[in-house]
T-cell receptor, first 107, second 111 residues
Framework: EAGVTQSPTHLIKTRGQQATLRCSPI?????VYWYQQALGLGLQFLLW???????NRGNFPPRFSGRQFPNYSSELNVNALELEDSALYLC??????FGPGTRLTVL | SQKIEQNSEALNIQEGKTATLTCNYT??????LQWYRQDPGRGPVFLLL?????KEKRKERLKVTFDTTLKQSLFHITASQPADSATYLC??????????FGAGTRLFVKA
């Protein structure tokens, strides 16, 4: 059985651009949680999607948004990128099953 | 507000010794607490969960204790190996929809 998958592995953007990150949960799981982990810092909760709806969001500005598709995969969009958005973005389909992450670098 | 504290300094130990990592939390009462391992640039890997009514949990060379009076969990790795070198995260959880993580402690095991 495939685990939680994320794409791309690495993403390089410039300031002001938009980034789109993708996540597919474990088969049968309906929730996707997104976290941001800046270098040297802990995981910060970003967004929670379940059954296609945004259920909760962390303390992040509105330019962080996303959606969940009918197959429960999810996209995280970050608009108007800033240098401090450079981080490892992780998604999880439960509290114990994380994906490998997408490393976003903003130049 | 809820706060989780883990040793911010890296822990350096010799192979074969026992590594002990500390997790302290304040301003909430978790129903359970989880420990994870995270390698550089990778997602966390779940290791152990201990519930509030459990004092101790073991899995192979790992042992976790949970003291709800002290608001503290200790994570032990016995007979440590260089392959145990990683960052270890704790996550005291109230059972809500999201998991709140500590910043982690970096462990280096020298051969």
């Amino acid at each position: 059985e495939a685990g939680v998958t994320q794409s791309p592995t690495h993403l390089i953007k410039t300031r002001g651009q938009q980034a789109t990150l993708r996540c597919s949960p474990i088969s049968g799981h309906t929730s996707v949680y997104w976290y941001q982990q800046a270098l040297g810092l802990g995981l910060q909760f970003l967004l929670w999607y379940d059954e296609g709806e945004e259920r909760n969001r962390g303390n992040f500005p509105p330019r962080f948004s996303g959606r969940q598709f009918p197959n429960y995969s999810s996209e995280l969009n970050v608009n108007a990128l800033e240098l401090e958005d450079s981080a490892l973005y992780l998604c999880a389909s439960s509290s114990v099953l994380f994906g490998p992450g997408t490393r976003l670098t903003v130049l | 507000s809820q706060k989780i504290e883990q040793n911010s300094e890296a822990l350096n130990i010799q192979e074969g010794k026992t590594a002990t990592l500390t997790c302290n939390y304040t301003n909430y009462s978790p129903a359970y607490l989880q420990w994870y391992r995270q390698d550089p640039g990778r997602g966390p890997v779940f290791l152990l969960l201990i519930r509030e009514n459990e004092k101790e949990k073991r899995k192979e060379r790992l042992k976790v204790t949970f003291d709800t009076t002290l608001k503290q969990s200790l994570f032990h790795i016995t007979a440590s190996q260089p392959a145990d070198s990683a960052t270890y995260l704790c996550a005291p959880n109230t059972g809500g929809f999201k998991t709140i993580f500590g910043a982690g402690t970096r462990l280096f095991v020298k051969a």
